[in-house]
């Protein structure tokens, strides 16, 4: 499926939508058109009823290698402004979920990166903010913002710390030493798959969540897991209190109950 788009390639199969990063001769660095593209993509897909899951990955051998260099040379000479642009809300919960990449989290579809090679900068910080991160073995990746002069960009100084502590947050933002994939695993951050097929491994894993769970029960459990971020205990299990009252006279509730008891496949609605 082709939406017109110029760095980046969208296509549906099996309930799940891939985005694919996509100026390979460049290790897919990140740019403004991309950046647009890329929201755009993601809106499309968590729109369509027939879309259950998402994947992000990247074309040729990079996932991304963080923002493209012609743009941090020309900041770098004073021709352009490093500031991102947007004018990002920063007040009530909605506010944490519409930021330059915090938008992600709030989709209501699970993502799932498939870093299917070298992520830095902003093309990692991207993975933070998907749901379940697959790293090909032996890929790499790397922070980069302190070896550039730069700081910790778009939200990565809240979400690391939050995913593999503040201890080894500190590590990968203060040396932004490359780190391969096996140690990201030991840290937490991503799950190593094989190198070879793992596009398509990334692809099975995603459409075990689109065919097996409840869109439903995806959407809501992925609003609890991100808001519980910003709550109490208490706060949080009251929710799920209110939301498994819901459950018991929705068709998916019934469905799942029902394909469990009959030994079939099931057949989700989403209601």
């Not at 259950?52 to 923002?67: D, P």
């Amino acid at each position: 499926m082709s939406q017109g788009w110029s760095e980046i390639l969208y296509g549906v199969q099996d309930r799940v939508a891939t985005i694919t990063l996509n100026r390979p001769d460049k290790l897919n660095a990140y740019t403004k058109v991309m950046s647009a593209e890329l929201r755009e993509a993601f809106e499309t897909a968590d729109n369509d009823d027939t879309v259950r899951a998402i994947v992000l990955t990247g074309a040729g051998r990079g996932f991304c290698a963080g923002a493209d260099m012609a743009r941090l040379t020309s900041a770098a000479e004073g021709k352009t402004d490093l500031r991102n642009d947007g004018d990002w809300p920063i007040e009530g919960l909605s506010a944490n979920f519409a930021q330059r990449c915090s938008y992600i989290l709030g989709l209501k579809k699970p993502v799932i990166a498939g870093i299917n090679g070298a992520a830095a900068g902003i093309g990692l910080v991207l993975t933070l903010y998907c749901d379940i991160r697959y790293m090909a073995a032996g890929a790499k990746l790397t922070t980069a913002f302190a070896r550039r002069g730069l700081i910790a960009e778009h939200g990565i100084s809240w979400m690391l710390p939050r995913l593999i502590g503040p201890m080894n947050a500190m590590d990968l933002l203060t040396s932004a030493r490359t780190v391969q994939a096996e140690e990201a695993a030991t840290l937490g951050l991503v799950r190593v798959l094989p190198a070879e097929g793992f596009a398509q491994a990334v692809h099975d894993r995603a459409s075990e969540v689109a065919n097996l769970s409840s869109p439903r029960s995806t959407r809501i459990i992925k609003k609890q897991v991100y808001e519980a971020l910003f709550q109490s205990l208490a706060e949080a299990t009251a929710i799920a209190n209110r939301e498994q009252a819901k459950c018991r006279d929705t068709e998916d509730f019934r469905e799942g109950v029902a394909h469990y008891v009959e030994k079939r496949a099931p057949r989700f609605t989403g209601r």
